[in-house]
């Protein structure tokens, strides 16, 4: 009694303990919601936007007018130029200069105009290249969710094989035991569950390496504890193809990111194109000069100092009586002009209109010209090469679409027929009318057809959920 409570304590336990390490049952949504908030690709998309939205801030601020300004301080020695008046002088002077000077382009050709409306396509031709990648990862991820499902169903189905077979030879061994059977029914039981086993085993590989390949794809360690939720997917009368080839093709034409990227660099070029032959224009320019300046050097006179009485500076004729000078002999007083009268007095300002027209280059403009040429060509080749490939890709899609609708019915007659088979069979070989060969590869066929079934099943739900995506709609299952 002890050894069987004992039993089931432990048996409770290794139940708790899976339950407390039981990994994360992931949805369709959540799988490609987390790959596209981690994927690589995503990522540097992302950043190829925010790229375009600098360039074509910056082609926007260029067409407002530059505006730079400066200061300097001189100390200088000796022999040196007054700053104030140009003249040579032998003492140090401490000097100050400010100055500013702004430019305006009036016109170049719309060269910067088209410049900015060329950058606004790049920037939405970029946000479409991130649309794109995101559809990338999203098909990717069904994929490898759908195929993880497509595993777990083979997982049970040979579960369920090796489960009957395994019912079979404990019956056998019964009627063996009680000679109702010869010894070869169950050995050759054995051997079919062995080979169940090996079939069942080889399954859970293929379902661990598919799990493996859905955590990589949405850059998970593989070491993740994780599984996925299995959804009622629809029957094939729900799943059936409803538009042509050619319709879907002209809705993808209007809807794919990619289609609309190369559309819009086909634009972008165009402008490119514009802006390039501007340069054969002439340009226009006003420029605008500030400057004022001080200098220690600069003195005025604010007094005089006496030394003497007043000069004598002539006499007059005939009585030669002496002209005395209005002011006592001496000199004048100088002093440092102040800063901020010099600042005030020595501004300088000037403005001015500047025309240049170009002659000759180095053909470097002509040679712009043509390079913008040729990626306006290679832009419309794109756009036509796109195109051819939407319609292959999309025309493909559709005749697997359809191929995989014939296989699916196909393999549904098979798996009823086998079924029924395998029925009548069963019923025989325990009846003893059939030998263990014949009701083996019954039982084999059926397990076969079921395998199809499930293969041909999740491929036409695969490639009709690609035939929805180029048709715009949001994938689920």
């Known amino acids: ?33 987390y790959a596209l908030q981690n994927n690589i690709n995503v990522k540097r998309s992302l950043l190829a936007v925010d790229n375009a939205e600098i360039n074509l801030l910056q082609s926007k601020a260029t067409m ?31 000097s100050i200069n400010f100055n500013g000077n702004g430019s305006f382009l009036l016109f170049n050709g719309l060269r910067l105009l088209n410049t900015v409306r060329q950058n606004q396509f790049e920037n939405k031709a970029a946000i ?63 051997a079919q569950s062995a080979t169940n086993e090996l079939n069942l085993v080889n399954r859970e590989n293929a379902l661990n390496l598919s799990l493996l390949q859905l955590k990589q794809a949405l850059q998970l360690s593989g070491s993740t504890p994780m599984d996925v939720e299995v959804p009622d997917i629809a029957m094939l009368e729900e799943l059936a193809l409803v538009k042509s080839a050619e319709d879907i093709f002209s809705i993808a034409k209007e809807t794919m990111p990619e289609m609309k990227a190369a559309a819009l660099r086909v634009t972008g070029s165009n402008l490119a194109l514009k802006a390039a032959r501007g340069n054969y224009l002439p340009r226009v320019n006003m420029v605008g000069n500030f400057f004022t300046n001080y200098s220690s050097a600069f003195k005025v006179a604010t007094g005089f100092e006496s030394t003497g009485p007043p000069a ?10 002496p002209v005395l000078s209005l002011l006592p002999e001496g000199r004048p007083i100088f ?125 036409f739900i695969f490639k009709k959920k690609v035939l929805d995506f180029y048709e715009g709609k949001t994938i689920d299952l």
């Open 1 to 33: 009694m002890m050894k069987y409570v004992t039993r089931i304590l432990l048996a409770l336990c290794a139940v708790a303990g899976y339950a407390q390490e039981a990994p994360k049952v992931w949805t369709l949504k959540e799988c490609i919601d």
């Open 64 to 94: 407002l007018p530059s505006v730079n300004g400066g200061a300097s301080y001189g100390l200088n020695w000796g022999r040196s130029v007054d700053p104030t008046s140009n003249l040579f002088i032998q003492q140090q002077i401490n």
């Open 128 to 190: 479409e290249d991130f649309n794109k990648a995101k559809n990338d990862v999203i098909l990717s991820v069904i994929t490898f969710y759908l195929n993880v499902i497509f595993n777990k169903e083979l997982y049970q189905n040979a579960q369920f094989q090796l489960n009957t077979t395994n019912q079979q030879l404990d019956r056998t061994r019964i009627l063996e035991e009680v000679g109702s059977v010869p010894r070869g029914n169950v050995l050759d039981l054995e």
């Open 312 to 321: 004598q500076i002539g006499v007059v004729q005939g009585s030669n009586t």
């Open 335 to 459: 002093s440092e002009k102040p800063r901020a009268e010099q600042f005030s007095d020595n501004i300088s300002q000037a403005l001015s209109f500047q025309l240049q027209v170009p002659i000759f280059n180095g053909l470097a403009t002509r040679a712009n010209v043509q390079r913008s040429i040729i990626s306006n060509r290679q832009a419309v080749i794109n756009l036509q090469d796109n195109e051819n490939r939407l319609r292959q890709t999309v025309e493909t899609a559709y005749n697997d679409a359809l191929a995989a609708a014939k296989t699916f019915q196909s393999a549904s007659k098979q798996v009823a027929a086998r079924d029924e088979a395998y029925r009548m069979n069963k019923q025989r070989f325990e009846n003893g009318a059939i030998n263990f060969v014949d009701y083996q590869v019954s039982e084999n066929n059926l397990f076969q057809a079921k395998s199809d079934l499930l293969r041909a099943k999740y491929d």
